[in-house]
Structures are given as structure tokens and as C-alpha cells.
């Protein structure tokens, strides 16, 4: 069974940094993307990017490039989300959802973890 | 702003049949399947609908997607009062070479 499992919450300060993961388990971790979805407070899906843990190559957003970095250790099948310098603006639930590499057109994001709620307050 | 239009809201009472619209365009639905998720209050979102009509295991047949153009609907027949939750339609996104997705639907069952 394909599971993912999302670090805890977190309360962080403007300013601070932050890195939140995601476990895979269940799969061949290296052939699926890793995705992340922002949540903010009672608004919609945001896609953020995603990562083939394989290589580690990336694709983000627009909306969020180089404000946070996805990256992922394939060695303990875990991906990650991470800022250098947290804002207000950044709280939200955070998801990460998975999809085999070959089908993502297709299939759209497959698996859910169960998200990781940041709050960013001074 | 989304990428793909949704309207805000839907209601229907039980036994009901309701249709949710997806509003996008060529780069995204117009090129790519359409899938739907559904999101209950303080849960991650679930894959409702995937290529634009096709159910997961599990997902009653009271629920079914379809696509024309730069449009998607999902339907639910039979309506009843579990089925009250918010609804996404996605699709990949050709330009963005990533996901995107619409605004969502809050579905009121009255």
C-alpha cells in the first residue's frame, strides 16, 4: 500500500527557516514525482513543484521559485520542502502527493499525505 | 486567481443529481485529461475522477467526469448527505509543466 507520511506541525517566527518532509513507503520511490500543494486557510489547491527523486530534478511554480526548495534523499525514500526565510504569508497546510513518473499526465496526484500544517507568527 | 474556473458553490438535496463545471484552456484541459479530488474538512484531499472519466477502486459510481474542449464537469447522481465536502478539478498544465487546479466547489447537500 503507497503511504506518505508528513512531518508535524510546526509554529515558526518571521524570519525563521523551516524544512518539512515526506516519507514515502509502499512504492518504488524513485519512480514516482514527489509533488507539494499549498493549502492556505479556507482557499484552494496551490501546486507548488515537484521532485524526481531519482535525480533530483526539479520543477516549480512560478508563483514559488525561490522562495522555498524542494529536495529529496532517495536513500530513506523521504522528500523535502524547505524556507530560508519564513513569512507570514507562508502559513498553510502543506501536502506532498505522489504519482508514478509515467503516468502524472494522466493520473493527476494519486496519493496523499496527510499534510503538515505551518504557522508563521511573530 | 486559478488557472481553472470553478463556480464557489453547489447544493442539492438527497436523491439529486448536481454537476460541477471546470472552466480552462488550451494548455491545460484542452490538451491534458481532467481529474477531480475530493476534500473533506481537515482531511487531504482523495482522487475522485481521473482522465476525465475513469473512477478509482473504491469511488461509487454515483460520481462520473467528463471533457469537451477546455471543459470538464463532474456529476453526482443520487445525491446523498456524505457527499457534502469541496471539489477540485486539476489538469496538467502544458505551459506551467506541472499541475493546476481550480478554485473549487463547496457542495451543500440541503
Known amino acids: 500500500e503507497v503511504q506518505l507520511v508528513q512531518s508535524g506541525a510546526e509554529v515558526k517566527k518571521p524570519g525563521e527557516s523551516l524544512r518539512i518532509s515526506c516519507k514515502g513507503s509502499?512504492?518504488?520511490?524513485?519512480?514516482?514525482?514527489i509533488n507539494w500543494v499549498r493549502q492556505m486557510p479556507g482557499k484552494g489547491l496551490e501546486w507548488m513543484g515537484k521532485?524526481?527523486?531519482?535525480?533530483?530534478?526539479?520543477n516549480y511554480s512560478p508563483s514559488f521559485q525561490g522562495h522555498v526548495t524542494i529536495s529529496a534523499d532517495q536513500s530513506i525514500s523521504t522528500a523535502y520542502l524547505q524556507w530560508s526565510s519564513l513569512m507570514a504569508s507562508d502559513s498553510a497546510m502543506y501536502y506532498c502527493?505522489?504519482?508514478?513518473?509515467?503516468?502524472?499526465?494522466?493520473?493527476?496526484?494519486?496519493?496523499w499525505g496527510q499534510g503538515t500544517l505551518v504557522t508563521v507568527s511573530s | 486567481q486559478s488557472v481553472l474556473t470553478q463556480t464557489l458553490s453547489a447544493s442539492g438535496t438527497p436523491g439529486q443529481r448536481v454537476t460541477i463545471s471546470c472552466s480552462g484552456s488550451?494548455?491545460?484541459?484542452?490538451?491534458?485529461?481532467v481529474n477531480w479530488y475530493q476534500q473533506f474538512p481537515g482531511t487531504a484531499p482523495k482522487l475522485l475522477i481521473y482522465?476525465?472519466?475513469q473512477r478509482p477502486s473504491g469511488v461509487p459510481d454515483r460520481f462520473s467526469g467528463s471533457k469537451s474542449g477546455t471543459s470538464a464537469s463532474l456529476a453526482i447522481s443520487g445525491l446523498q448527505s456524505e457527499d457534502e465536502a469541496d471539489y477540485y478539478c486539476?489538469?496538467?498544465?502544458?505551459?506551467?509543466?506541472?499541475?493546476?487546479f481550480g478554485g473549487g466547489t463547496k457542495l451543500t447537500v440541503l
Open positions: 488550451r494548455s491545460n484541459i484542452g490538451s491534458n485529461a
Open positions: 486539476a489538469a496538467w498544465d502544458d505551459s506551467l509543466n506541472g499541475q493546476v
Open positions: 509502499g512504492y518504488t520511490f524513485t519512480s514516482y514525482w
Open positions: 502527493a505522489t504519482v508514478p513518473k509515467t503516468l502524472e499526465r494522466v493520473l493527476g496526484l494519486v496519493y
Open positions: 482522465s476525465n472519466n
Open positions: 521532485i524526481d527523486p531519482s535525480d533530483s530534478n526539479t
